[in-house]
């Protein structure tokens, strides 16, 4: 259609299959977006600097193997100005998805959607909304309570670290060997989280920080 411009999106996936399915797919639905796919951004990081083809869209396919591997997600959003980054997740921790939404990412997809769910997802970041899933946004909630509570509360990153591992049941001494501290600056962390939670032992502790959400309980 004469005056669009087509709107060039770059799909990176170690899988062929996937990559190209969902090309094909893409294709189907978005006349008016030229689809080029890559098998590692870092093999064709040049695509994303060409100033001859500006990508305003990139899939970005995560798993496990590439989570290790570390995408340099604020190298990309760093050098490329105008490009929506959208991550396709399969079996990352949510956690490491909610660093990545802080990092500027557009929205996080998970590779068990259906294409109905995937396209819908993708047509929402599109416009400029944010599409998180369910488990993620559970743990952005937690993350923001945890951390109104320990602002509230006082509590140094240090000494959060002890409360962490008096959940986990360990002693005073294994927890000074594990934090390479002395057992006299344990006792001290402790006597101040104690002061802090109004609590006097390590049970009633960990249901206060619970109660708090200072922790949150295990699955």
Known sequence: MKGVR???V???????????GLAIILRQHFSQWRITTA???YDDASI??????KIDLLLLSINRQSENDG???EEILKDVVDMEVIVLSSAVDTLCLKKMLDQGVRGIIPKFYSIEEMLSAIRECWKG????PTEVKKV???CLAQNEAVHLLRLTKRQLQVLELIEKRMTNEEIAEKLFVS?????THINKIYSALEVGGRRECVQRSYDLGVLSRSA
């Open 6 to 8: 087509m709107m060039n």
């Open 10 to 20: 770059l799909i990176v996936d170690t899988q062929p299959v996937y990559r190209e």
């Open 39 to 41: 098998n590692s951004v």
């Open 48 to 53: 994303l600097k060409n100033s001859e083809i």
């Open 71 to 73: 995408y340099p997600l």
């Open 129 to 132: 909304r944010t599409h998180i």
């Open 140 to 142: 952005i909630s937690q």
């Open 183 to 187: 057992l006299a600056t344990i006792k």
